[in-house]
């Protein structure tokens, strides 16, 4: 399963992109647990940004909480993150994740995208 990730660019303080994910191909995808964005900013770890549950729940870290927005398709195995309001300190290589199941396996295992650039100016 290949996940591609998009939506990334370069915006101004104050703007806003919408980034996407999908499985790029044929998938032999059986079940997906979570769905979530994590973003790694320039000498920094990767950290969760944004994830939302099967149900519909969703979690958000303190510095996006009221900016941005998950949603996600489980069915089609899509995920959005919308980021309004951006700031400079938004600016990070945004990864998708997906915890999920393939057909014919027992476990779950974590799959990631390639990774998509938000770069925000002041």
């Known amino acids: 399963v290949q996940l591609q990730a998009s939506g990334g660019g370069l915006v101004q303080s104050g703007g806003s992109l919408r980034l996407s994910c999908a499985p790029s191909?044929?998938?032999?995808?059986?079940?997906?647990?979570?769905m979530a964005w994590y973003g790694q900013a320039p000498g920094k770890q990767r950290e969760l940004v944004a994830s939302?549950?099967?149900?519909?729940?969703?979690s958000y870290a303190d510095s996006v909480k009221g900016r941005f927005t998950i949603s996600g398709d489980y069915a089609k195995g899509t995920v959005f993150l919308q980021m309004n309001s951006l700031k400079p300190e938004d600016t990070a290589v945004y990864y998708c994740?997906?915890?999920?199941?393939?057909?014919?396996?027992?476990?779950?295992?974590?799959?990631w995208g390639q990774g998509t650039l938000v770069t925000v100016s002041s």
């Open positions: 191909g044929p998938n032999d995808i059986a079940t997906i647990d979570t």
């Open positions: 939302i549950t099967s149900g519909g729940s969703t």
């Open positions: 994740n997906m915890n999920l199941r393939r057909r014919f396996t027992l476990r779950s295992t974590d799959y």
